[in-house]
């Protein structure tokens, strides 16, 4: 980490000129010395202090140096201030709790990733599949598919700052510490990393009903992509599983996801769906046809209706294409 500092740096270019250098590491502060230390700053008793102090622990793991940039950084930004009504220093816990971390700080705590137990840096990885935050029980589903510790892993990364964890979500405390999380996985896994995950959430998310789940799966399947699937039976499901998220999404108005659920299920479909799997197919191409006119995509919409016109089986399986293509001529017509 020192050499990624400028003053590391600089260390480093004075010893080329031999000169005698002697470095102190310093340990960090405890909770209690951190308590201690914002008290005395504060002049408050260390029962009032202790909220405070906490969060500035977990922020900066005791170093003295983020310590005090965090201080300085905290009253410059307002959020620790002096109430003249009060005749005290108050501060604001939830937008202090929220805020990002200083760069030097992040530097420091990507480079102890690495050095955290195996588990801790798996469950991270997982984690990281998800994006900055997830909600604690998608993790603990997860889990319980899997086979894997994870919330308790995730919950010793909350200890080392490197996560926050509060009202049911894993938050990574940088998006430069979910980054190194995610770049811990080779790039040539990272779809499988993304398939397994979602297909080990679609049952549960069937079985329980739930929507938001049954989106998150399917969204992590597509992150992994055709690449992933095993064999064409799978491939199959996964169209039907995209078509499925589809139309709920659709249900709900909101017409982009429903498309880049329809379209993702098109791209599993094997060779000779059309007529193999004629229903899904049709059904699957009428409904990017209907979100591709909602959302003004006037390409797609040709393209798609290109497809529904030449492997439709009778012409009453058209009418569904050719109205939507009608209704965007006359769209564009009166624009």
């Known amino acids: 980490m020192l050499e990624e500092h400028p003053f590391g740096r600089m260390i480093s270019g004075l010893s080329l000129f031999r000169v005698c250098i002697t470095i102190v590491k310093l340990t960090g502060m405890c909770k209690e010395m951190t308590n201690a230390v914002v008290s005395n700053l504060l002049h408050l008793f260390p029962r009032q202090t202790r909220p405070l102090s906490e969060l500035i622990h977990h922020k900066t793991k005791g170093n003295l140096l983020f310590f005090s940039r965090l201080m300085i950084s ?4 307002d959020l620790l201030r002096l109430s003249l009504s009060r005749r005290r220093w108050t501060w604001d816990e ?18 102890t990733i690495g050095k955290l137990p195996k588990e801790v840096q798996d469950a991270l990885r997982t984690l990281s599949c998800f994006g900055g935050s997830s909600n604690c029980s998608l993790i603990e589903t997860l889990e319980a598919q899997l086979g894997h510790p994870l919330t308790a892993p995730l919950d010793l990364a909350v200890t080392e700052s490197i996560l926050n964890k509060r009202d049911g979500y894993y938050f990574f405390c940088h998006d430069r510490l979910r980054e190194a999380a995610y ?41 992994g992509g055709v690449a992933a699937v095993e064999d064409a039976e799978q491939a199959i499901l996964i169209a039907s599983l995209n078509l ?32 193999q799997h004629y229903e899904l197919s049709l059904d699957l191409f009428e409904n990017a046809s209907k979100c591709a006119l909602v959302i003004g995509d006037f390409v797609s919409l040709e393209l798609l209706s290109a497809q529904i016109h030449m492997f439709a089986q009778s012409f009453e399986d058209t009418l569904n294409s050719v109205y939507n293509v009608v209704s965007a001529l006359d769209s564009a017509s009166s624009s």
């Open 183 to 223: 770049n811990m996985i080779p790039t040539e896994e990272k779809c499988l990393f993304h398939f397994q995950y979602g297909v080990a959430l679609v049952p549960h998310a069937l079985k329980i009903e739930d929507d938001d789940l049954l989106y998150k799966a399917t969204s992590q399947i597509n992150l």
């Open 94 to 111: 939830e937008k202090i709790q929220s805020r990002n971390l200083p760069d030097d700080v992040v530097i420091f705590l990507t480079s």
């Open 74 to 77: 905290l009253c410059k930004d």
């Open 244 to 275: 499925t998220a589809g139309k709920k999404a659709m249900k709900m108005s909101d017409f982009p996801s429903s498309f880049q659920y329809v379209d993702h299920g098109i791209s599993f479909l094997p060779k000779q769906h059309w007529k």
